[in-house]
Nanobody
Framework: QVQFVESGGGLVQPGGSLRLSCAAS????????MGWYRQAPGRQHELVAS???????YYVDSVKGRFTISRDNAKNTVYLQMDSLRPDDTAVYYC?????????WGQGTQVTVSS
């Protein structure tokens, strides 16, 4: 059964950058589209970005031009480069499959954008 382990979060000032990583174990990682999701307090998980096995990417409007999703199939890892961070990006960030049933959610990584 696949497990996702997210890392790279932290406290950053508005306008700052972070790079999140998500390592997947026990899966045929390269066969599946992957997504980064976030959950703010009191809200459900929402999709932030996705990357298909072809490398095609998708971003929600609120992060277009600021976030970049990428993957390294050799390392079973998906990344999210986040630039020009804003306070409303504050949330716990998770990775999971995209466009198929979700696996169990990992512990996530907290991103806090505040001055």
């Amino acid at each position: 059964q696949v497990q996702f382990v997210e890392s790279g979060g932290g406290l950053v000032q508005p306008g700052g950058s972070l790079r999140l990583s998500c390592a997947a174990s026990g899966s045929n990682f390269r066969l599946y589209a992957m997504g980064w999701y976030r959950q703010a307090p009191g809200r459900q998980h929402e999709l932030v970005a996705s990357i298909h096995i072809s490398g095609n990417t998708y971003y929600v409007d609120s992060v277009k031009g600021r976030f970049t999703i990428s993957r390294d199939n050799a390392k079973n890892t998906v990344y999210l480069q986040m630039d020009s961070l804003r306070p409303d990006d504050t949330a716990v960030y998770y990775c999971n499959y995209f466009n198929r049933g979700y696996a169990d959610w990992g512990q996530g990584t907290q991103v806090t954008v505040s001055s």
